[in-house]
């Protein structure tokens, strides 16, 4: 496919590096700066042009006429919907773009059709989301949804003296009597999607895919914490924390803010009647001390500067054993940062990028299955990609262990009439269906991709 990529910013770089290293698209970046399109370039070898993303000239010589995507990603959301509006009229290709204020929400549902939007990104709130889903287990480092909610998978940490300590994966049904698969585990600097004679060890990343509301019952019985949060403390006020924080007050959890910005603290009240809104340095120890830090269920480090939410995690973390969130704005220092203990870490940008790749793959999928949704998985070395079984589809019908599957590659679940079942080798593949894979492999984009050819 030919995609044009609107913005080289930290989301537009990592878009154009995860689709490059698919080979299977032919893509060109815009962005004012010439050091930010040159370095891009030189990275993945993909078509620079140098201009603005709302010229027309910029937009040819981009290649908008042949283009069967437009993703904008700039810094500005009305530059980015400029530049969906300009495509239109220039071209025929779907388009993507990320806005991130609250006030269009609405805006963008009158005008959607007019700004031919096939997909509209809000990277806080999708942030906000992941948050609560998080704060929902809070024994979970992360948690994806599949099967319009229906199917989950999470990540925890095995404890010390934990009954899953030395246990054999595929004996882990029988012994807890739960219907559970574990998807992946990451074991210092490995990554392994298991088989059934794997043997867990404490200290190990477990990634387990579990039907909805079954998990609760999971973690009472490896002995981890599973009871949603009653109340919880976030520090910084911005849109992903007024996101955060109408969630959790629409599920009773009490919340407390504390801003800096007076101004904006009066926002937060007109806004979130039901929360309380504190105006103070978030970064004070004394003040954290004051609002109850030690005795909240969790707390949420939401400032705009990624060194202080870090500090004041690993803070939370000193003096309190609930739930922290960090989140982290630039994705750089991923690595480094997954080795601290922060609890759960959420990345906006890689959300928003996950999201724009998902709807990229389902475009170009064959017309065997679609991409339903995709997360990833397993510290990122893993992808976990919902696909819906058509008629079509080279695996309809065929029973699992009757498939030639590629290597490091899981098939998780299936999803038949509302009904969640963990596959076992007799099932077989029914027009309908989705169903969850779990693989080390990237650039998967129709269901067909899991056989070996």
Request: net charge negative; aromatic share 4%; hydrophobic share 40%.
């Amino acid at each position: 496919m030919n995609i044009i990529i609107a913005g080289c910013g930290k989301v537009g770089q990592k878009i154009a590096q995860q689709l490059h290293s698919e080979l299977v698209h032919n893509i060109t970046v815009i962005d004012v700066r010439p050091n930010a399109v040159q370095d891009l370039a030189n990275q993945t070898d993909v078509m620079g042009v140098v201009g603005s993303v709302i010229s027309m000239d910029v937009m040819e010589e981009a290649g908008i006429k042949t283009a069967d995507i437009l993703i904008a990603v700039t810094g500005s959301d009305e530059l980015n919907m400029l530049a969906c509006l300009l495509a239109k009229k220039l071209g025929k290709c779907q388009t993507i773009a990320r806005v991130r204020k609250p006030e269009y929400a609405k805006v963008l549902k009158l005008f959607r059709e007019e700004l031919s939007l096939a997909l509209v990104i809000n990277p806080e709130q999708a942030a906000a989301s992941e948050m609560a889903r998080s704060l929902r287990l809070p024994s979970a480092i992360q948690i994806d949804t599949f099967a319009k909610s229906r199917v989950e998978i999470f990540k925890f940490c095995v404890p010390e003296g934990s009954v899953l300590d030395n246990l054999k994966v595929q004996d882990i049904v029988a012994k807890l009597n739960s219907d559970v698969l574990v998807c992946g585990v990451e074991r210092g600097e490995e990554t392994f999607i298991p088989g059934g004679n794997f043997v867990i060890k404490s200290g190990d990343l477990l990634s387990i895919l579990t039907p909805i509301h079954t998990e609760a019952q999971f973690f009472k019985k490896i002995g981890l914490k599973s009871d949603a949060v009653k109340d919880t403390m976030i520090v910084g006020g911005g849109e992903t924390a007024y996101y955060l924080a109408s969630k959790l007050c629409e599920s009773g959890v009490r919340v407390k803010i504390i801003e800096k910005d007076e101004k904006r603290c009066d926002e937060l009240c007109q806004l979130l009647p039901k929360a309380t809104i504190i105006n103070g340095d978030g970064t004070d120890n004394n003040l954290l001390l004051e609002e109850g830090i030690e005795t909240v269920d969790s707390f949420v480090s939401l400032i705009n500067i990624d060194e202080e939410n870090v500090l004041l995690s690993l803070y939370a973390k000193s003096v309190n054993n609930g739930k922290v969130i960090t989140k982290i704005n630039r994705i750089a220092y991923d690595r480094v940062i997954e080795k601290m203990d922060l609890g759960t870490t959420v990345y906006p940008k890689n959300i928003t990028s996950e999201n724009i790749i998902k709807f990229v793959r389902a475009m170009n999928n064959s017309m065997g299955s679609n991409i339903e949704s995709m997360h990833y998985i397993i510290g990122g070395k893993a992808e976990a990609l919902e696909f819906r079984i058509k008629e079509n589809s080279p695996i309809l019908g065929k029973r699992i262990d009757k498939l030639n599957l590629k290597d490091n590659l899981l098939i998780a679940c299936i999803t038949r009439n509302n009904r969640v079942k963990i596959p076992r080798g007799s099932d077989e593949f029914m027009v309908g269906d989705t169903v969850i894979i779990v693989t080390l492999h990237s650039g998967f984009d129709d269901i067909g991709d899991i056989l070996n050819r």
